[in-house]
């Protein structure tokens, strides 16, 4: 059975903070790992990631895939109360089956 | 606002009631989803298409009934539903199944009564 764990499931920060969230995954045939932000409705697409190593930046927010160890990391710099939101990771497989982890939720107060 | 449309947004139907969600996309995408998520839970997948063929059903309960009309137009249709099946009900399309990213409508916020 395809398995996601994220940590730590809750964050509370402060603007300005840097945060890093785990995602480590077991799942059969791997093709790709999505993450995406869900705040009040549905969740956004926010990288997807196929190839170990390489890191994938948009803005402040950053991540990274390790292929070998089976996790993800999600980076967020500088974080803004714009920020807060449920970070869910999903591997997908090539029947596309994703399986969703059950989120980080982060707040960031002022 | 999503590209993924989905109607109505609230629905409030009893068990007895015969009730179809429904879904439209017009960004091309080949595969359509349909996820269940209860309060502060992830996504759960229940049904995908491919190519408007059903190619996975996660042993979802035969009350809830998919149908892929064309490649824009997704429904769910469902009768005789339990209380429990309370959920948000997302739609979600993707440019096929092979890993590419997910784009969800808005939901309906089902309450059974």
């Known amino acids: 059975e395809d398995k996601v764990v994220q940590s730590p499931l809750s964050l509370v920060v402060h603007e300005g903070d840097t945060v890093t969230l785990n995602c480590s995954y077991e799942v059969t045939n791997f093709r790709s790992l999505l993450w995406y932000k869900q705040e009040k409705k549905a969740p956004t697409f926010l990288f997807m990631l196929?190839?170990?190593?390489i890191e994938k930046k948009s803005g402040r927010l950053s991540s990274i895939l390790d292929k070998k160890e089976l996790f993800s990391i999600l980076n967020i710099t500088a974080t803004q109360t714009g920020d807060s939101a449920v970070y869910l990771c999903?591997?997908?497989?090539?029947?596309?089956?994703?399986?969703f982890g059950d989120g980080t939720t982060l707040t960031v107060k002022p | 606002d999503t590209e993924v449309t989905q109607t109505p947004k609230h629905l409030v139907m009893g068990m007895t009631n015969k009730k179809s969600l429904k879904c439209e996309q017009h960004m091309g995408h080949r595969a359509m989803y349909w996820y269940k998520q209860k309060a502060k839970k992830p996504p759960e997948l229940m049904f995908v298409?491919?190519?408007?063929?059903?190619?996975i059903n996660e042993s979802v309960p035969s009350r809830f009934s998919p149908e892929c009309p064309n490649s824009s137009l997704l429904n769910l249709h469902l009768h005789a539903l339990q209380p429990e099946d309370s959920a948000l009900y997302l739609c979600?399309?993707?440019?096929?199944?092979?890993?590419?990213?997910?784009?969800f409508g808005n939901g309906t916020r089902l309450t059974v009564t």
């Open positions: 298409y491919s190519y408007e063929k059903l190619s």
């Open positions: 196929t190839s170990s190593g």
């Open positions: 999903a591997p997908n497989t090539n029947a596309g089956k994703s399986t």
């Open positions: 979600a399309s993707s440019q096929d199944t092979w890993g590419t990213p997910l784009h």
